[in-house]
């Protein structure tokens, strides 16, 4: 495993994001990513075109949760701790 932390951020993690959120959504050029670098951790705030944020959110909120799952793992990989929050 990578320990070193990566000092550019959440880069890895963002591009991971946008790519899901992208495959998605029927209106891909709709969606955005923003790096909000606070601390005690980074925040990824996820932007979608209206009508798109329920094919993100999922039933029960599963897909939200396997996005989450995922764009953590990626940033894992950058030695970072991220919060993701899906902005309507």
Same mark, same amino acid.
């Given at each position: 495993?990578?320990?070193?932390?990566?000092?550019?951020?959440?880069?890895?993690?963002?591009?991971?994001?946008?790519?899901?959120?992208?495959?998605?959504?029927?209106?891909?050029? &709709?969606?955005?990513?923003?790096?909000?670098?606070?601390?005690? !951790?980074?925040?990824?705030?996820?932007?979608?075109? $209206?009508? =798109?944020?329920?094919?993100?959110?999922?039933?029960? &909120?599963?897909?939200?949760?396997?996005?989450?799952?995922?764009? !953590?793992?990626?940033?894992?990989?950058?030695?970072? $701790?991220? =919060?993701?929050?899906?902005?309507?």
């Amino acid at each position: 495993m990578n320990d070193e932390i990566n000092p550019d951020g959440p880069t890895h993690a963002a591009a991971v994001l946008e790519h899901l959120a992208r495959s998605l959504v029927d209106d891909p050029d &709709g969606v955005s990513v923003e790096v909000v670098d606070s601390s005690p !951790r980074p925040q990824l705030n996820l932007r979608v075109s $209206d009508g =798109d944020m329920g094919r993100i959110i999922g039933k029960r &909120g599963r897909m939200a949760n396997a996005i989450r799952t995922v764009t !953590r793992a990626a940033a894992a990989r950058d030695g970072i $701790d991220i =919060d993701i929050e899906f902005i309507d």
